[in-house]
């Protein structure tokens, strides 16, 4: 029970950072942008949360949906040390 607990918060937050790093509203103010590119992001992080509520691949959804965070990270470190 704590463990569904834990995996439904855990789609919400990796979601809703996955969903920002992918679609930069902040950056254009807006969704008119193309995020054909981005959109890789959002394939892994489905994929993730499909995986997350099986009992036999949830160890690799708890991969799949942190890894957009994880291609990211760098980018935006790299991006705040200039």
Known sequence: MVYTI???????????L??????????????????LGETFFLMIWLLGATLLFSKR?????MIFTLAPLVFTAPVFIFILSI
């Open 6 to 16: 834990y995996r439904a918060f855990h789609l919400l937050w990796t979601g809703f």
């Open 18 to 35: 996955a969903f920002l790093t992918a679609i930069p509203i902040l950056e254009s103010g807006g969704l008119e942008r193309a995020v």
């Open 57 to 61: 691949f949830n160890v690799y959804g």
